[in-house]
């Protein structure tokens, strides 16, 4: 959290914003995907691999990474961009949610939450301020409050019917030589058909994985983009409209 920390509002759109949020390890656009390192990694990729998709930050886990390995080490190891070898922002959360969803395993007070590791049952306590610490000791750019995480308002069916999908290992992409997204360019896409991604899957193959998680990275990180193209045009409203009509 040293070094140069800014927020720009580039234009507004109705109530959808365009904004530059600048950190230490550079410059992220808004509104912005930010693949999700839980560990230290973005599952299967390599921080090229995420250049190369157009991530331009990083989201990791307090709550794991203060677990395992520790943030004291990653700290002598000069700090969570060069351990994980990402040299772009990262923002990590609070440790938070991940310890609120640890049911029976925690008891939460005035002061903070103690809770058992889901790793070896050891007993811990997360406070505002040891959240704070643990982030500092990462090196982390834009570090979260600890935070209570309520559930969701929304019924299991609503937020299943919202969702980023195609289920490939189903039996109907066997024989299918398209593409899978026809109009994505990533190098999944480029590459591998759906009946070729879907024998990955079903055979185990570690590429699937990455060939999954590599187009997953691409539709999100594309999606933003157009998002941050039609703000900038004045045309928030009808992105927004044609987005939510293939759904
Ligand atoms: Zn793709």
Known sequence: MSGTFGFALTRTDGAARLGRMQTAHGATETP??????TQGAVKGVTP??????????VLSNTYHLALRPGHELIRDLGGLHR????????LTDSGG?????????????????????????????LTPESSMAIQTALGSDVAMVLDECPP??????TVEAAV?????????????????????????????????LRHLYVSNEILASRYNTIHNLAYYLGLMAKMR???????FASFREAFLATR
Not at 229 to 235: K, L, P, Q, R, Y
Request: glycine fraction near 10%.
């Open 32 to 37: 912005a995907f930010m693949p999700v390192g």
């Open 229 to 235: 193209d039609a703000i900038a045009a004045g045309a």
């Open 48 to 57: 090229a691999e995420l250049l190369a998709c157009g991530a331009q930050i």
């Open 97 to 125: 949610f991940q310890v609120f969803s640890l049911e029976g395993l925690r008891r939460i007070d005035e002061d903070g939450v103690t809770f058992r590791s889901h790793l070896d049952g050891s007993t811990h306590t």
């Open 164 to 196: 980023g999908r195609i289920n490939i290992k189903r039996e109907e992409f066997r024989r299918d030589p398209r593409p899978l997204d026809p109009a994505c360019a990533c190098e999944t896409c480029r590459t591998a058909s759906r009946a070729y």
């Open 83 to 90: 351990f994980m070898g990402w040299d772009g922002p990262i």
């Open 152 to 157: 969701l308002p929304a019924a299991r069916e």
